[in-house]
């Protein structure tokens, strides 16, 4: 028997320690509380608590007791502990491994039903309800760090076209499609310097390209196209619905394996609305908006179609704006959907004459140009 110490003892129904006497019999510790009940924690049922700060004091708990702790730190009772208590460390309750797959399958099928089923419904209901302002102010952040991110330096940001000529048929093949009474909001479109053959919508209203697009399209009846496309998703606001979706499945990766939160949403957010991975429904969507856009236009539905296989033949693996648009439905499909979609036997006109066309062409000038924004805003109030 050793000589009586004094310890604490937190209960489980509550968190204020009780100072209790404790000395060592044969059976186990005993324990006396404030009003002079003993209670004695065998040996056998004694068990360490694990990983705890002060190494100068010994832990315990009884099993099966998983709420009460006992906080011994005098050391000769602790060395007493530790050669008569032989189940110190046992690991208790430990479950059985068909048991743990279940629940393991289980814990994996609810992370997917929330990231493949509710977080694209949610996604849905809010794109549906978000402000305008909101979807804007995404839209501006997320275009930032798209320009930040294509830039090699990592200081300026990749350069804005900024041609005048350049920018003014833009505007004149955007006033040409004439979308602004499906709008929900004004539309901005950027032509970014970068030789990355695509071209996306944002949340808010942005619609960017790159050079390598305009460089790559052989008239610009195939830029007009690629242009109807896009309106078609900022018409039924899948970048906001994307980014929305996108941003909760991080959530709820971030709650199971670490933060996610600040500047690696953004940027995660960034390459998403480049890559443009929308759903089958809204590509399907976006083309068809986009043939009837352009059959008003008097422009060919065809033109979407013929830069999507003279690229694929070109590119051969899917690549840049191939890749945009190369998520289901399959591109073949896609190519016969717009060939459909053109009226059979019509003269359809130019939507930019020769002129106008070297002007896009030419929209980012020279590298060293000045930069500056190539913003068109749609004019509602124009009819």
Not at 3 to 15: D, I, M, P, Y
Not at 221 to 240: F, K, M, S, Y
Request: proline share 5%; glycine share 8%.
């Amino acid at each position: 028997m050793t000589s009586v110490v004094f310890a604490n003892l937190v209960e489980g129904h509550r968190a204020t320690p009780t100072r209790v006497a404790v000395h060592a019999v044969s059976s186990g510790l005993e324990v006396q509380l404030p009003d002079g009940e003993q209670v004695i924690w065998p040996w056998s049922e004694l068990r360490r608590v694990p990983d705890q700060a002060d190494r100068g004091v010994l832990v315990l708990k009884r099993e099966p007791d998983a709420l009460t702790r006992l906080y011994v730190g005098d050391a000769p009772l602790i060395s007493t502990i530790h050669l008569r208590a032989g189940q110190l460390g046992k690991r208790d309750r430990t479950v059985p491994f068909p048991k743990l797959a279940v629940w393991a399958a289980g814990a994996v099928a609810s992370v997917l039903a929330i990231i493949f089923v509710l977080v694209p419904l949610m996604a849905t209901q809010l794109a549906a309800i978000l402000p305008a302002e909101g979807e804007k102010a995404l839209g501006d952040a997320t275009f930032e760090q798209i320009r930040m991110a294509l830039d090699e330096t990592g200081i300026v940001g990749t350069r804005i076209c900024e041609n005048p000529e350049g920018n003014v048929a833009m505007r004149q093949m955007y006033e040409r499609l004439n979308p602004a009474a499906d709008l929900p909001y004004d539309v901005q479109i950027h032509i970014l310097d970068h030789d990355m053959v695509n071209a996306f919508a944002l949340p808010g209203g942005r619609i960017v390209f790159f050079r390598g697009l305009i460089d790559q399209a052989e008239n610009p009846e195939e830029v007009a196209a690629v242009l109807a496309h896009e309106i078609g998703h900022v018409v039924n606001r899948d970048p906001t619905r994307d980014a929305l979706r996108s941003a909760g499945s991080l959530g709820v990766l971030g709650l199971l394996f670490g933060d996610f939160a600040g500047g690696t949403v953004t940027l995660f957010l960034a390459n998403q609305l480049i890559n443009a991975s929308y759903s089958q429904k809204a590509e399907t969507t976006a083309d068809d908006y986009a043939h009837e856009l352009l059959e008003r236009a008097d422009i060919s539905p065809a033109a979407l179609g013929t830069m999507f296989e003279r690229l694929a033949a070109e590119h051969g693996d899917p690549d840049g704006i191939v890749a945009h648009f190369m998520s289901h439905p399959q591109l073949s499909e896609r190519i016969a959907a717009s060939r459909t979609a053109a009226t059979d036997g019509k003269e359809y006109g130019s939507v930019l004459n020769a002129s106008e066309w070297r002007n896009l062409q030419s929209a980012c000038g020279s590298s060293s140009s000045v930069q500056s924004d190539a913003v068109f805003p749609d004019k509602k109030t124009q009819p």
